[in-house]
């Protein structure tokens, strides 16, 4: 049975920071996009971070460009999120994915997805 645990998240001031980790179980990723996602009250689900395989090409969405590092251990089958200067903005549930293909581009769908760890910032 393959799984996503993210862990990481809670509360924290504005200006904070925050590392998400997403242990996978049950099978590889090492050779799979892996990606970030969250959701807030009342909003849609929005794509924060991806990285593939190799680490090689990642995409950060513009609302974290710049604060949020996306990273991977493949050894590990593990990968991470790096939150810095965090914003009231940032509050929502965070849901770390992974691709069933292998060497996919990280824009392509995602099929495995975590429970999520809930992020929140306080001004």
């Known amino acids: 049975q393959v799984q996503l645990v993210e862990s990481g998240g809670r509360l924290v001031q504005t200006g904070g920071s925050l590392r998400l980790s997403c242990a996978a179980s049950?099978?590889?990723?090492?050779?799979?996009?892996m990606g970030w996602f969250r959701q807030a009250p009342g909003k849609e689900r929005e794509f924060v971070a991806g990285?593939?395989?190799?680490?090689?090409?990642?995409y950060y969405a513009d609302s974290v460009k710049g604060r949020f590092t996306i990273s991977r251990d493949n050894a590990k089958n593990t990968v991470y999120l790096q939150m810095n200067s965090l914003k009231p903005e940032d509050t929502a549930v965070y849901y770390c994915?992974?691709?069933?293909?292998?060497?996919?581009?990280?824009?392509?769908?995602?099929?495995?997805w975590g429970q999520g760890t809930q992020v929140t910032i306080s001004s």
């Open positions: 994915a992974a691709q069933t293909s292998t060497y996919g581009s990280i824009y392509y769908p995602y099929d495995y």
């Open positions: 049950g099978r590889t990723f090492s050779s799979s996009a």
């Open positions: 990285i593939n395989w190799n680490g090689d090409n990642i």
